[in-house]
């Protein structure tokens, strides 16, 4: 039964990540992401369904549009795949088949296509859209409500992943400040800000503070890999994509991180 769900998850995870891929690409380009058909880029014919299959499509009329011929970006496939890789991560790290576990998969599955259409976004326009945010605090909402139905967790850890989003966006908020004072420029975007406060939600107190250290030595490879393979890269940084892995990481290992370093003063 879990092999027959992970080929769900698998399958789910491609056309979840066609969609999102998708609409990563409307809002860069300020274009309505729910309304409309999809096109292509070039010659903006509308795509039939059999143009929309994940990965397939791509490979069937060999990286072209079967309308104009224009070359389609390798773009496609890669983020397709990728979701589809992510969300077997989270099935690996989180399969069960209670509810209880069956609805903190699906809250951690939105979460991540939040953080993965955040991660495309920020990438071409160095701006994290505030709708995937707000996205990703109703799931938050909708599926902790649901949690506390089932039993999974209390009031009191509510109370607590709500302080917590509250103390890092206030702490990394101050630390902004004081480093736009310091460098002159602003160091930190305020969508950065938003990021780490909905990931605290989720993460809770410890989370939140491996959250900061973890998207740092992120930010830190990401921006070294950059300089190396985008020569003219430009001197504007998006810290987002690094927050999101970090955070997706957290939602993993975060719980064995924790229990490994506690383990050495107790």
């Known amino acids: 039964m879990l092999i027959y769900y992970g080929v769900l998850t698998a399958v789910f995870g491609l056309v979840f990540g066609s969609f999102l891929n998708c609409t990563a690409m409307r809002i860069a380009r300020g274009e309505d ?13 509308e795509l039939a369904a059999t143009d929309l299959i994940p990965v397939f499509s791509y490979l069937i009329h060999k990286g072209r549009c079967k309308y104009c011929g224009a070359k389609v970006s390798v773009r496609y496939p890669i983020t397709e795949l990728s979701f589809m890789a992510l969300s077997l991560g989270l099935y690996a790290a989180l399969a ?45 909402v909708v599926f902790t409500a649901a949690e506390f139905f089932l039993g999974v967790h209390d009031i009191k850890w509510i109370i607590h992943h ?89 939602l993993i290992f975060g719980d064995r991180l924790t229990n490994w370093y506690l383990g050495f003063f107790m």
């Open 96 to 140: 069960g088949l209670s509810p209880g576990e069956i609805v903190t998969f699906f809250k951690c599955w939105f979460l991540t296509g939040c953080l993965f259409v955040i991660s495309l976004t920020d990438l071409e326009t160095f701006e994290i859209p505030d709708g995937a945010i707000i996205a990703g605090a109703i799931s938050w």
């Open 33 to 45: 992401f729910v309304k409309g058909r999809s096109h292509c880029m070039s010659c903006s014919h």
């Open 162 to 250: 709500l302080i917590a989003a509250l103390i890092i966006g206030a702490v990394m908020l101050l630390i902004s400040l004081v480093m736009d004072k310091i460098l002159g420029r602003d160091s930190m975007g305020g969508g950065d800000i938003k990021l780490f406060s909905l990931l605290g939600l989720y993460l809770g107190y410890a989370g939140s503070y491996e959250l900061v250290l973890l998207s740092c030595i992120v930010g830190l490879l990401f921006a070294g890999a950059r300089k190396i393979f985008i020569k003219k890269a430009s001197k504007e940084f998006p810290f987002g994509p690094s927050i999101a892995l970090s955070g997706y990481l957290l």
